[in-house]
């Protein structure tokens, strides 16, 4: 056993007082000396180092082999070469001058050689203190350094150091600054390399480092070689060479002879722990025996050649319901339960005839209740090596094997299907479910590999997942594995790395997703695309437009947005039928489709409107050619089931660049356009009018007074209902703004909204909207009106803002109202912006328990991507489509695809737009949680609303 560490650290100490005593005592006595005779003290100086060096080199050599002080290495083979050039730095100096002029030159040339190689020395022994480096490249490099510097001063090819009467050069002084940066850097390398030092041995080279920095530094103030500057800096010259002395040299010297005896002191204590601890082990041996056979819970019974019992532990006490001292020396019929003893006895001879342990399972019933034990009965040989007698060790399984029959029960009963494997992936363990999805059967899965169903398009994917699974130790992610009869299907793989007995391996429960991809494709599609006329959507074709403008603008192109709208499309519908006016419809975009080229894009708008980008030269005569192409493709007849259709079209044209330079401005001109041709009497063109820009006036005039109506108190809010569908009940409200201007009126929220977004207003209204919500809330509150879910309209631009989750726990704590009963609807596209710092805000929005709904789904991204990775809670269905969903089957299509999606991934749904009886009995066959509209009652103000909630039972 180690004792306590030698008092080296003490004696090794800088500020032991004795050490700093004499060290003070010799600085005094050199201050003393150069008061005198500055030549004795520059000599005693350097000769005071030159025998440290020395011997910091002597100890170097000579531990070389044995050593691994590789920083003792590195310096101290540098040591002698430093010693070198320094005795003839001190044999050159002024007033010596055993070598050439006697001026101050060459000594300084000389200096600035050692104090290089030092530098150098001390740096790379920092950087290497870690790495062992021969001896023989260290002298050689040394050496190589050495010859350098000489050569160069010998040469004359050396800078001047020193020139009388100017006194240093700028290279001297420079290189003393380089000089002084290589120790600090060495400094710091040590300072990170720190834990390969005693602490105290670390310290004393850093404080050695810092003293030959403040040397260096001085050496780069004097005039004279006898001057002020030059005497401080060699009493920091010596300072630091008695800490290297202290630190390395002393230390080398006598830590090995410390560590020798305490090693040996150690020995010696640790052999007689041994000695202690050999005893104690053997006066404790039969105790030891006698514990583990008392409180084992294994049975343990051992018996003579006769069958009679000579040990049995507390264990087969409590099964025998009997002391020991009664039951030795009888047979086990004579005590126990003749079933029991029975299966003792079979068992021991068993074991007495194989001459070797046997292992048995028996049923046996113990006070009225049936037992599983797993037992090993073995024979007793004596020293002759014939049979004494048998043991038996008992374990009680009922427990365990009732443990392993339910897992096996929920593993076959699982609807998910499971799989385990081994660290390479072969199946070891399937249930029914995994039979099931996969096509092959139990023995069939149990010889394959996961690679051998998994087809995802990445060469070996389920290899490299795999491979993050034992990383991290779990995962989750999606694949596409192919089934005995062919067919590929979508996968979802929760994976867990488990640590068995024997081996490691992989825990997989896989679900078959492939309904959800079909219907998130389907969803996708109909964000993206016209379901009847598969053309792209209004969203789709606002994206592609917006590329092609962009590229038009590179490219100097120009080109013209056409809104095309079907004049007596209602009647066709109204008269013959919705399916009359689909195939219209349909016919009609396979004709527009037909002319899409990369100069020329369509889709569908809405119900029966039509809009178009085209590429067009400079001319009228350009736009009508493209607008006449476009009339005969629309104004040829359909004839659908005998039936010839024959339509006219309005259509609205705005000129790129002219009428507008991003797709906006270009949609609502064309808009406008196609309203004026509808004026002027339909089956007509007209191109955007600056006459037209009447309304842009206007909008201006509007976000005018937009801009006071906070502060004039024009704003208020009105609550609409959100009904379940299941029992009818009041759950929640959503707050809806309105605007009553003095002058104007009634503002609709469709005029005011957008320009409050555009502006940045937003921001302001939206924080005071979530208040007055929240306000409002908690008033019913306290009233003990039951509580109900209060839902607030985000826009993108609001939750975009960066103090958004701050803004609304802040309007939570001043009004007190709970967070639980507060749910912010997003749209769709705020979702599809930068994911992680989306996640973050929704994050921490739902660290206070709010709700998270999407607003509108169906109409954007509608991507299950997002919906897996944010915490969302409900989806919205937008009221476009549930408004048709009676009557056209896309609609109903949408409907149907997002409640199905929603509820897959365990997410409400509510339906908003219900204005029939019919839509919302339809929306509960499709399993709709949730609804508003008019038909369960128009949005009220406050006083209204409160009427309606004190109608309601309570609540808890």
């Not at 691994?68 to 070198?84: E, K, P, Q, S, T």
């Not at 809405?606 to 009508?624: H, K, T």
Request: glycine share 6%; proline share 3%.
């Amino acid at each position: 056993m180690a004792g306590p560490k030698p008092s080296a650290d003490k004696a090794n100490s800088l500020l032991a007082a004795p050490q700093l005593a004499g060290v003070l005592a010799i600085v005094m006595v050199l201050h003393l000396v150069a008061r005198e005779h500055f030549l004795l003290f520059h000599t005693l100086v350097e000769l005071l180092r030159i025998i440290v060096l020395c011997g910091l080199f002597a100890l170097a050599w000579h531990t070389r082999q044995w050593s691994d002080n590789h920083f003792l290495r590195i310096v101290g083979i540098a040591a002698i070469f430093i010693a070198g050039i320094e005795v003839f730095h001190t044999l050159a100096y002024r007033g010596i001058g055993l070598f050439g002029p006697d001026d101050g030159n060459l000594p300084t040339q000389l200096w600035v050689a050692f104090r290089s190689l030092e530098a150098f020395a001390f740096l790379l022994a920092a950087l290497l203190a870690a790495r062992a480096v021969r001896p023989g490249w260290l002298l050689a490099g040394y050496a190589a350094a050495t010859a350098f510097f000489t050569g160069l001063i010998v040469t004359g090819l050396f800078p001047d150091a020193y020139l009388e009467p100017a006194g240093l050069t700028p290279f001297k002084i420079n290189a003393e600054y380089v000089i002084a940066f290589t120790f600090g850097l060495a400094m710091l390398l040590l300072f990170a390399r720190r834990g390969l030092f005693e602490p105290g041995v670390h310290w004393l080279i850093q404080a050695s480092l810092v003293f030959n920095i403040l040397a260096t530094l001085a050496f780069t103030r004097y005039v004279s070689v006898y001057g002020l500057a030059n005497e401080i800096g060699h009493y920091f010259l010596f300072i630091s060479t008695y800490l290297i002395y202290r630190g390395i040299l002393v230390t080398g010297l006598t830590t090995p002879y410390q560590l020798m005896f305490r090693d040996l002191k150690c020995h010696q204590e640790h052999l007689e722990e041994l000695v202690e601890e050999r005893t104690a082990r053997l006066r404790q041996s039969e105790q030891l025996n006698n514990s583990f056979v008392t409180n084992s819970p294994a049975i343990l019974i051992i018996t003579d050649r006769d069958g009679r019992i000579s040990l049995a532990n507390p264990a087969f006490e409590t099964l025998a319901g009997r002391p020991a001292s009664e039951m030795t020396g009888k047979p086990p019929h004579e005590i126990i339960d003749a079933q029991i003893a029975d299966a003792i006895e079979r068992n021991n001879q068993t074991a007495i005839r194989a001459g070797k342990a046997v292992a048995s399972t028996e049923a046996v019933t113990v006070e009225g209740q049936q037992r599983l034990f797993e037992a090993v009965h073995f024979p007793l040989f004596d020293e002759a090596g014939q049979i004494s007698g048998t043991g038996a060790i008992a374990t009680e399984v009922t427990e365990h094997r009732r443990l392993q029959t339910n897992y096996e029960l929920m593993l076959q009963a699982s609807m998910d299907a499971l799989l385990l494997a081994d660290e390479q992936g072969n199946f070891v363990q399937v249930n029914q479910a995994a039979v099931v999805l996969t096509g092959y059967t139990e023995p069939e899965l149990l010889a394959m590999n996961l690679r051998d169903i998994d087809v995802s398009e990445r060469n070996d994917a389920i290899g490299f997942r795999l491979e993050r699974v034992s990383h991290d130790r779990s995962g989750r992610f999606e694949s596409r594995w192919r089934s005995k009869d062919g067919e590929v299907r979508d996968v979802e793989l929760s994976i867990q790395l488990f640590d068995g007995v024997v081996n490691n391996g992989f825990c997989a429960f896989v679900r078959d997703i492939s309904q959800q991809r079909a219907d998130l494709r389907r969803i996708e599609f109909l964000a993206r695309y016209d379901a009847l006329t598969k053309l792209p959507n209004r969203a789709r074709f606002e994206e592609l437009a917006q590329q092609r403008l962009k590229q038009a603008a590179r490219n100097g192109l120009e080109g013209m947005l056409v809104y095309i709208d079907l004049d007596n499309f209602k009647d066709i519908n109204d008269s013959l039928g919705h399916y009359m006016g689909d195939a219209l419809l349909r016919e009609l975009g396979q004709r527009l489709q037909a002319l899409a080229d990369p100069k020329r894009l369509f889709a569908r708008s809405s119900g029966d409107e039509f809009i178009a980008l085209l590429e067009v030269e400079s001319g009228e005569a350009s736009v009508a050619t493209e607008l006449a192409r476009i009339q005969q493709a629309v104004l040829a007849p359909v004839t659908v089931n005998g039936h010839q259709l024959v339509t006219t079209v309005s259509v609205g044209v705005s000129l790129y660049p002219e009428d507008g330079q991003d797709f906006t401005t270009l949609y609502r001109n064309a808009d406008t356009a196609m309203y004026a041709a509808k004026t002027d009497g339909r089956n007509t063109w007209r191109r955007f009018d600056r006459a037209m820009q009447e309304k842009a006036s206007e909008r201006q005039q509007l976000l005018a007074e937009l801009r006071g109506a906070l502060s004039r108190d024009e704003f208020s809010l009105h609550y609409q209902p959100q009904v379940s569908l299941i029992d009818r009940e009041l759950i929640g409200a959503e707050a809806l703004l309105r605007w009553h201007h003095p002058v104007l009126g009634q503002v609709s929220p469709a005029r005011f909204v957008p320009i409050a977004e555009e502006s940045g207003l937003i921001v302001e209204i939206g924080e005071w909207v979530l208040r007055q919500v929240c306000r409002q809330g908690r008033a019913w509150h306290e009233a003990g009106l039951p509580p109900i879910t209060l839902a607030v309209n985000l826009s993108a631009i609001q939750f975009q803002h960066h103090d958004l989750p701050s803004t609304v726990a802040r309007i939570l704590d001043e009004t007190g109202f709970d967070g639980r009963h507060l749910e912010l609807e997003l749209t769709e596209s705020v979702l599809a912006g930068d994911e992680a710092r989306v996640a973050q805000t929704i994050a921490l929005l739902k660290h206070h328990h709010i709700r998270v709904a999407i607003d509108d789904f169906g109409t954007g991204y509608s991507s299950m991507a997002y919906l897996n990775r944010f915490a969302v809670d409900k989806l919205k269905i937008d009221q476009s489509f549930v408004r048709e969903m009676d009557t056209d089957r896309n609609s109903a299509s949408v409907v149907t695809a997002i409640i199905r999606l929603a509820h897959s991934l365990d997410l409400n749904v509510i339906a908003e737009g219900v204005e029939t009886e019919r839509q919302a009995q339809h929306l509960a066959q499709l399993d709709c949680d949730e609804a508003q509209g008019y038909h369960f009652g128009r949005p009220v103000p406050p006083k209204a609303f409160t009427a309606l909630l004190q109608t309601l039972p309570e609540q808890c």
